[in-house]
């Protein structure tokens, strides 16, 4: 029987090297897979380049990636809020690059990599600095820009639940970019609360089939009840 589940985050993580490009939920702190980040630290891996919604928040999960220096380059729709001083500055010395997408395109690029579709017209970014260098295209009267997908070598994710063949439940608003990043990565590292036998939950409740899904890892000093 496949056994994915992994006895320790530092063995989930032990493939990852320098220069990978990683994909990590979460949307500000919901759903940010916190402990796997902390773990990514810990491998010492280098000039990563960072898939996430947004660019971190305080001193924590991505910020702390940022800080730690290990970021070469992040791609992500909100770089720049009240506590993301991390990135700005490493981003004002120089040290990190800056990849930017409008949220709604950054999602259909995820979910157009695990769905197989080659590329998409989006009039998202049409007419701004965004669509510099893009192919531009008009349908039915409206000006739109062509976008391909974004995949990753490895997706960071948290879910509330998951068996040992990763199958895995989200929690409310955690969910967020867990799923379609699960499907747009070629090894899938998950973080779960709670760790349960097989057979244990609803078929009809399982978001991300265990097929998208190589490693997951209980944490039970994740926060069970929060939404977070």
Same mark, same amino acid.
């Given at each position: 029987?496949?056994?994915?589940?992994?006895?320790?985050?530092?063995?989930?993580?032990?493939?990852?090297?320098?220069?990978? =490009?990683?994909?990590?939920?979460?949307?500000?702190?919901?759903?940010?897979?916190?402990?796997?980040?902390? #773990?990514?630290?810990?491998? #010492?891996?280098?000039?990563?380049?960072?898939?996430?919604?947004?660019? #971190?928040?305080?001193?924590?999960?991505?910020?702390?990636? *940022?800080?730690?220096?290990?970021?070469?380059?992040?791609?992500?729709?909100?770089?720049?809020?009240?506590?993301?001083?991390?990135?700005?500055?490493?981003?004002?010395? #120089?040290?990190?690059?800056?990849?930017?997408?409008?949220?709604?395109?950054?999602?259909?690029? *995820?979910?157009?990599?695990?769905?197989?579709?080659?590329?998409?017209?989006?009039?998202?970014?049409?007419?701004?600095?965004?669509?510099?260098?893009?192919? =531009?295209?008009? *349908?039915?009267?409206?000006?739109?820009?062509?976008?391909?997908?974004?995949?990753?070598?490895?997706?960071?994710?948290?879910?509330?639940?998951?068996?040992?063949?990763?199958?895995?439940?989200?929690?409310?608003?955690?969910?967020?970019?867990?799923?379609?990043?699960?499907?747009?990565? =070629?090894?899938?590292?998950?973080?779960?609360?709670?760790?349960?036998?097989?057979?244990?939950?609803?078929?009809?409740?399982?978001?991300?089939?265990?097929?998208?899904?190589?490693?997951?890892?209980?944490?039970?000093?994740?926060?069970?009840?929060?939404?977070?």
């Amino acid at each position: 029987m496949l056994d994915k589940s992994s006895a320790s985050i530092e063995h989930a993580l032990s493939a990852i090297e320098d220069n990978a =490009t990683i994909m990590i939920g979460g949307f500000g702190t919901a759903g940010m897979p916190n402990e796997l980040i902390d #773990g990514l630290i810990d491998t #010492g891996a280098r000039d990563l380049t960072i898939i996430n919604n947004n660019a #971190g928040n305080g001193d924590t999960g991505v910020a702390a990636l *940022i800080a730690a220096g290990r970021v070469r380059k992040i791609i992500c729709s909100f770089p720049r809020q009240s506590d993301s001083h991390h990135f700005d500055a490493a981003y004002r010395a #120089g040290r990190i690059a800056l990849e930017l997408i409008p949220q709604g395109s950054l999602a259909a690029r *995820i979910h157009a990599a695990g769905t197989g579709i080659g590329a998409f017209y989006t009039p998202t970014g049409y007419g701004t600095l965004l669509a510099e260098g893009k192919e =531009t295209r008009t *349908i039915d009267g409206r000006d739109y820009i062509l976008e391909y997908p974004l995949r990753a070598d490895f997706a960071l994710i948290k879910a509330h639940r998951g068996d040992p063949w990763g199958n895995l439940v989200y929690r409310k608003t955690a969910r967020n970019f867990g799923p379609i990043m699960a499907m747009a990565a =070629t090894c899938t590292i998950a973080q779960v609360a709670e760790l349960v036998p097989l057979g244990t939950l609803d078929p009809e409740a399982i978001v991300t089939p265990g097929i998208f899904v190589q490693y997951v890892v209980e944490v039970p000093s994740a926060q069970k009840g929060a939404i977070v």
